[in-house]
């Protein structure tokens, strides 16, 4: 049984950083691409960013420059480093082996 589980979510001011984890078991993880998703309240869940098998990765506009997408294939565990954040980056984020399987989800809420 796969399961994704998201940490590192929380309250954090504007300008502020904050890294997510998506810890992966069930999975040969190395063998697939790794998505990161994100849904405020009232929209559509978007897709962040993703990384492929070989490391390369894709952004949303709004994150390009900001937001890092990474993974730790000996670890099962994709990361996503989250620098100068604003209030638009307020949401839950999800992690997700596209098309298999999708995390609970965590709350990433910026404020001052």
């Known amino acids: 049984q796969i399961h994704l589980v998201e940490s590192g979510g929380g309250l954090v001011q504007p300008g502020g950083s904050l890294r997510l984890s998506c810890a992966a078991s069930?999975?040969?993880?190395?063998?697939?691409?790794m998505r990161w998703y994100r849904q405020a309240p009232g929209n559509q869940r978007e897709l962040v960013a993703g990384?492929?098998?070989?490391?390369?990765?894709t952004y949303m506009d709004s994150v390009k420059g900001r937001f890092t997408i990474s993974r730790d294939n000996a670890k099962s565990t994709m990361y996503l480093q989250m620098n100068n954040l604003n209030p638009d980056d307020t949401a839950v984020y999800f992690c997700?082996?596209?098309?298999?399987?999708w995390g609970q989800g965590i709350q990433v809420t910026v404020s001052s």
């Open positions: 069930g999975i040969t993880f190395w063998l697939y691409v």
């Open positions: 997700s082996v596209p098309g298999v399987s």
């Open positions: 990384i492929d098998v070989d490391g390369s990765t």
